[in-house]
């Protein structure tokens, strides 16, 4: 069986249209100076991938995230800084930035005096992320 085949969706299939405002449920992953909430993920039938929004304000951050798939984030305005812990590397994101990061990498997404608003996610979603939310469903 693959993946696809393992993660079909239940018919008919359709296009959604998703929110991104305060209905998403919030992802306990801030540490100082922001929000964080689920727009794409397995709550809203997505199986496959997941899409986050993260608002960080200046000088905010997430807490250290690990998967164990990759995750991709995109800096949609301002500036941050994705922290690699394990190699202690910081590689610096500007507006239109994509950064893609190794299933197993521990990272942090900081914010830079302009604050942030990154999207992305890990692909598949990482159920870990959820369970804070009706068990994760």
Same mark, same amino acid.
């Given at each position: 069986?693959?993946?696809?085949?393992?993660?079909?969706?239940?018919?008919?299939?359709?296009?959604?249209?998703?929110?991104?405002?305060?209905?998403?449920?919030?992802? +306990?992953?801030?540490?100082?100076g922001g929000r964080a909430w689920?727009?794409?993920?397995?709550?809203?039938?997505?199986?496959?991938?997941?899409?986050?929004?993260?608002?960080?304000? +200046?000088?905010?951050?997430?807490?250290?995230?690990?998967?164990?798939?990759?995750?991709?984030?995109?800096?949609?305005?301002?500036?941050?800084?994705?922290?690699?812990?394990?190699?202690?590397?910081?590689?610096?994101?500007?507006?239109?930035?994509?950064?893609?990061?190794?299933?197993?990498?521990?990272?942090?997404?900081?914010?830079?005096?302009a604050g942030a608003e990154i999207?992305?996610?890990?692909?598949?979603?990482d159920p870990g992320m959820y369970?804070?939310?009706?068990?994760?469903?």
């Amino acid at each position: 069986m693959t993946a696809a085949e393992a993660y079909a969706p239940v018919l008919p299939l359709e296009v959604r249209v998703l929110a991104d405002d305060e209905t998403c449920p919030d992802l +306990p992953i801030i540490e100082a100076g922001g929000r964080a909430w689920a727009v794409a993920w397995p709550g809203v039938g997505a199986h496959l991938r997941s899409m986050h929004r993260v608002s960080l304000q +200046p000088d905010g951050n997430t807490v250290p995230l690990r998967h164990p798939m990759e995750s991709v984030y995109y800096v949609l305005e301002g500036a941050a800084v994705a922290t690699d812990l394990d190699l202690r590397q910081d590689h610096k994101l500007s507006a239109g930035s994509m950064i893609l990061i190794d299933p197993g990498t521990r990272y942090v997404l900081r914010a830079t005096e302009a604050g942030a608003e990154i999207v992305g996610g890990p692909c598949p979603p990482d159920p870990g992320m959820y369970v804070h939310i009706n068990g994760g469903q």
